[in-house]
């Protein structure tokens, strides 16, 4: 669903939708396949949660990959259904044969794409586009295309904006800017997608890889600079170090960027995250942000006594949002009010001296393992101490 905020005084206010592709970026990750039945779960989850647009893989492909995509095209979603085609007119007669009702055509825009992989020129590049495109309207008028400019972050702007007036002018309906190999940043990103936006008058998504580990921040730029689609995966797969995260992007708006309204079901976020990696062998680390569990994780003792007191010390979004749970964890760092909140969990009484005098027993314990304790771990301790203060044997 839309998201809108004021940018750029120039740009005044725009809408940014989402477009995601874990079924097709998503499933080009390395050793990640996914079963037909899994991606139909996958499509039917993503448009609960509210997405936009749903990049359902590659029908040229044929057999099964074909018949999903057909079939998620069928099923009555919400969310706009797209299928990945290469620009030539076989490849999307077979796409748009599938029912879906868009279509990304992709072509390599930069040079180096261009004179190796391709063995062409930029001349042949712009009248290859324009064909189809042409192609693509004439075979279903009403089909919403989208061209991607693979390797655009290498492309030289001009040409890029060639490229895009090219696809414009036979009625592509937006631009993806594909950088395609992660090595954009965020204020280069800026100015290049705000020259882009306003040179070609065509609009323009964000398609961002994470290999130096700014995606989410270039695809972010990108919307400051005039786009208005993001193209997400869930969790950030995709080839190599991944594309930019559905969870992170939509998050960041919210609460980085100050978006008035996210219709996102963002409580499903760990849900979803959860689905597509046990789908694509993975687990999601601890550590991820968003739906890792450590973001509500609070061991230190400043963190969890603040926590404690109030959780925006240290939380910019309630845990439940995504989600999630709090925990407070106990280990080396924690502080004797953490002891104290994890024992009145435990419907144990400890006054803040007996809290105070078991820290050292749970710092030592801690170490010993080389982890935090688990609780079994604690009720242990709290027996041992209780013991050596003569008091029963501390059950």
């Not at 074909?66 to 299928?83: F, K, N, P, T």
Request: charged content about 25%.
């Amino acid at each position: 669903m839309p998201l809108a905020m004021p940018f750029d005084s120039q740009l005044g206010m725009h809408q940014v939708k989402i477009d995601d592709t874990t079924l097709r970026d998503g499933e080009q990750t390395a050793g990640v396949v996914f079963a037909n039945k899994e991606k139909i779960r996958i499509a039917k989850l993503l448009d609960e949660i509210g997405i936009d647009q749903i990049e359902a893989g590659i029908p040229a492909m044929g057999g099964d990959e074909r018949d999903v995509i057909e079939e998620i095209a069928h099923l009555g979603l919400r969310a706009s259904v797209l299928g990945w085609s290469r620009a030539n007119v076989n490849d999307i007669k077979t796409t748009l044969e599938t029912g879906v009702d868009a279509i990304a055509i992709s072509l390599a825009t930069s040079d180096i794409h261009i004179e190796t992989k391709l063995q062409k020129d930029r001349p042949w590049v712009l009248s290859t586009i324009r064909e189809a495109v042409a192609s693509a309207k004439a075979l279903r008028p009403d089909a919403y295309v989208s061209v991607n400019a693979e390797d655009a972050s290498r492309t030289e702007l001009g040409f890029l904006v060639e490229y895009a007036k090219a696809a414009k002018a036979e009625g592509a309906d937006r631009l993806r800017f594909c950088d395609t190999i992660g090595l954009m940043e965020p204020f280069r990103t800026y100015q290049v997608i705000k020259a882009l936006r306003e040179e070609s008058g065509l609009e323009i998504e964000m398609h961002t890889h994470n290999d130096f580990g700014m995606a989410v921040a270039n695809a972010i730029a990108g919307i400051h600079a005039g786009a208005t689609w993001v193209n997400v995966t869930v969790g950030g797969l995709g080839e190599r170090a991944g594309n930019a995260a559905l969870e992170e992007v939509v998050m960041a708006l919210k609460y980085v960027e100050g978006f008035e309204q996210i219709q996102f079901d963002t409580k499903r976020f760990r849900e979803l995250g959860e689905y597509v990696a046990q789908a694509a062998g993975r687990t999601i680390p601890v550590w991820k942000s968003i739906i890792g569990t450590n973001m509500f994780a609070h061991e230190s003792g400043i963190h969890a006594d603040g926590v404690i007191k109030n959780p925006k010390t240290y939380e910019v979004f309630a845990p439940e949002e995504v989600g999630l749970s709090r925990q407070i964890v106990i280990g080396k760092h924690s502080g004797s009010k953490a002891i104290l909140l994890k024992f009145d969990e435990y419907g144990i009484d400890l006054t803040p001296a007996q809290a105070t005098a078991m820290l050292p027993l749970v710092r030592t314990m801690s170490i010993e393992l080389k982890r935090s304790l688990y609780d079994k771990e604690l009720i242990y301790v709290y027996k041992d101490y209780m013991q050596s203060i003569g008091v029963g044997n501390g059950s």
